[in-house]
């Protein structure tokens, strides 16, 4: 029992718990992906963290608390990915679902909405993919880890020419 008393046992419970909650109030509120947070996100996302610290070691800032603490995040999160591979309604769960947002051309506004993310910032990804116009976008998707996926009446003409290629080449064998 004497285990149980342990502080450094404090220190990794109370970090589990404050990741799981982190995971959760993200996943529940609503996510992006790192490279395109605001200014918004990530002045949030510095202040959350500080926010836990001492939640997660319990005031106990020698070397040793903030390794364990640190230690059992890293344990905790190759754990939940393990999981995530091995049970994928675990993984979808946590992550959530592919949201489609552009469907030929059109603008599923519904879909943003659900996305949290503002029809300026599609507009802005379709133009990264080199796409001039929302008209041409055959399917813009926001993937689970937040990119922004776009499939253009001209990706769908040069992947067909690709495939011809690669026929003729396969056939020359």
Do not use: C, W
């Amino acid at each position: 029992m004497e285990f149980l008393h342990n502080a450094y046992l404090h220190i990794v419970l109370s970090s589990i718990a404050v990741y799981l909650f982190i995971i959760l109030a993200i996943r529940l509120f609503g996510k992006k992906e790192l490279s395109q947070l605001s200014v918004f996100d990530l002045v949030f996302i510095l202040l959350i963290s500080n926010a836990v610290q001492n939640a997660m070691v319990l005031g106990n800032e020698t070397l040793f608390g903030g390794l364990a603490a640190a230690l059992s995040l890293f344990v905790l999160n190759y754990i939940l990915k393990k999981l995530q591979l091995k049970f994928p309604k675990f993984g979808k769960f946590v992550q959530g679902d592919a949201v489609m947002l552009v469907y030929h051309g059109k603008i599923i506004p519904s879909h943003l909405r659900m996305a949290g993310i503002s029809e300026d910032e599609v507009m802005q990804a379709i133009r990264e993919h080199g796409v001039a116009s929302i008209s041409e976008v055959d399917l813009a998707v926001i993937e689970v880890d937040g990119n922004i996926s776009v499939l253009s009446n001209d990706f769908k003409k040069r992947s067909h020419r690709r495939r011809k290629a690669h026929k003729v080449l396969a056939t020359q064998s």
